[in-house]
């Protein structure tokens, strides 16, 4: 199955159902405007009579429940401990389920947490045979500003992306050893309480941010000895929205627009992917520059649109699907396996990322993991507390 997972980029469409807000506030524009007419293809129309269809890899209807979705992208966690790089991403309106798909409730686990238990079931299977090393660190982009979410002693420094020859990393981020899921869902726990989130018209719990979980995954082959070193990439993108529906003022503005800023600079990057230009403009959002590497090389990237069902939200529908049909042309080049020839050998992403070549999204600048989970749920705070919070 994972080799299915090679080439284009994988887009799944899901479609939520009507929320009460729509069908209280926006009675007369409530009405159904998505269908299924065939599998893997979604049909759209608006309230001028417009109408389009998109096919996907896969579509999902709103009776779809959390497990079938995640037994869909579970080959790309095979990938992982096999020694790819992963990327999942989600993407749409604000309000379309995109947190849902990737996080969810406790209740009602998504694609993060399902994806974590899977690879530590997997991993526990073949103890005798591979020793894994697995670290976590989870970042947002908050008004084109990296914060690192399991620290406060970052709180207030700058962080940036770097290039090394292993790929584009971020110096410094913390980074956090864990033997089982439990560890992960510690820092899942402390990420999200200090994640930027507000209200606004279109969304009572609004991300203001883009989410990114990185897990590193070194595997050492006990009678070989020979060393893979796998990435799987889990990313809510903060959801887009047209200003005058979202109602948002000062603050939340700068937010809104930051939001759409980044998201138009995706949007010109697949844009560029797939036309084959020349030049591709990463470097013009902290989103696409820390993206690049699951954009343009040998990674396996998936990406979930969420879109609502009901005609009032129908054109930032199609402008999702628009988008999404874009991302779904763009090749990338044949996955390959990240080998090594030891845990030592300066090529990072492993437990103990060398100084000389930082790996992508480790601790880059001297590559040391001084903290256990044990103490990272001791010491561990909240950070940032004048950016906004859940309210």
């Known amino acids: 199955m994972p080799s299915k997972l090679r080439g284009n980029i ?16 926006h009675a007369e524009q409530s009405t159904v405007c998505v269908t299924f007419p065939e599998e893997n293809i979604v049909d759209v129309y608006n309230d001028r009579g417009r109408n389009k269809t998109w096919e996907f890899d896969k579509v999902f209807g709103c009776d779809v429940d959390q497990s079938a979705i995640y037994e869909e992208v579970s080959p790309l966690v095979t990938s992982c ?32 947490t399902r994806a974590l238990e899977e690879l530590f079931r997997l991993s526990h ?20 500003t990296i ?16 290039q090394s020859e292993h790929g584009n990393y971020v110096p410094d981020l913390t980074v956090v050893p864990v033997t089982m899921i439990e560890d992960v869902l510690s820092l899942m726990e402390l990420g999200d309480a200090n994640r930027s989130s507000a209200c606004t018209n279109m969304n009572e719990h609004s991300s203001r941010s883009h989410l990114m979980i990185s897990v590193q995954v070194t595997s050492t082959n006990v ?14 993108l903060a959801g887009s ?3 005058s529906k979202s109602g948002a003022t000062g603050q939340a503005l700068k937010e809104a627009q930051n939001i759409n800023k980044s998201l138009s600079a995706l949007g010109d990057v697949i844009a560029a992917r797939a036309s084959k230009q020349n030049h591709v403009p990463y470097r013009n959002s902290t989103l696409t520059y820390l993206l690049q590497d699951s954009l343009a ?17 129908a054109e930032e529908t199609f402008c999702s699907l628009n988008f999404a049909s874009r991302v779904r042309t763009v090749e990338l080049g044949k996955a390959t396996v990240r080998h090594a020839l030891s845990l030592d050998d300066g090529g990072g992403g492993g437990a103990r990322a060398s100084a000389r070549s930082p790996s992508p999204f480790t601790s880059g600048s001297n ?20 950016r906004p919070r859940k309210r």
Do not use: W
């Not at 994988?10 to 506030?25: A, D, G, S």
């Not at 299977?125 to 982009?141: H, K, P, T």
């Open 241 to 243: 929205e047209r200003l």
């Open 81 to 112: 401990l096999d020694g790819y790089q992963v990327c999942i991403f989600a993407y749409g309106q604000t309000g379309t389920g995109k947190t849902f798909t990737m996080t969810g409730p406790p209740s009602n686990r998504g694609v993060n």
């Open 297 to 313: 090389a040998d990674s396996k990237t998936l990406m979930f649109v969420c879109i609502s069902p009901v005609i009032y939200n």
């Open 367 to 386: 590559g040391s993991l001084p903290l256990s989970v044990g103490s990272a749920q001791g010491q561990f705070s909240p950070v940032n507390q004048s």
């Open 223 to 236: 009678h070989t000895g020979a060393v893979t070193r796998g990435k799987l990439h889990l990313i809510d």
């Open 125 to 144: 299977a073949r103890a005798s045979e591979v020793r894994d090393d697995i670290s976590v660190s989870i970042l947002e982009i908050y008004n084109e």
């Open 147 to 162: 914060q690192d979410l399991l620290s406060t002693a970052n709180a207030n420094k700058k962080l940036e992306v770097r």
């Open 10 to 25: 994988r887009v799944f469409c899901r479609c939520r159902p009507p929320t009460n807000k729509e069908l209280q506030e």
